[in-house]
């Protein structure tokens, strides 16, 4: 399990951006999105470098926790 800071995603269409971003490294990856506290938890086979790439690709600013 990887969890994600992503400051910068503050609406439905962002976690929706996300999510895609998160997807698009790893097609099976579980992704949960907690937009309250701003937070990504996913269970992937996919190393945490290329994630962080793509949600960088796709604008957002992310550290894991």
Do not use: F
Request: aromatic share 4%.
């Amino acid at each position: 399990m990887q969890n994600y800071k992503i400051d910068n995603m503050t609406c439905g269409h962002c976690a929706g951006t996300v999510q895609k971003a998160i997807l698009s490294v790893d097609p099976q990856a579980t992704v949960k999105v907690d937009l309250g506290a701003r937070e990504v938890s996913v269970e992937t086979v996919a190393a945490a470098g290329p994630i962080t790439e793509a949600l960088k690709a796709a604008g957002y600013d992310s550290r894991q926790l």
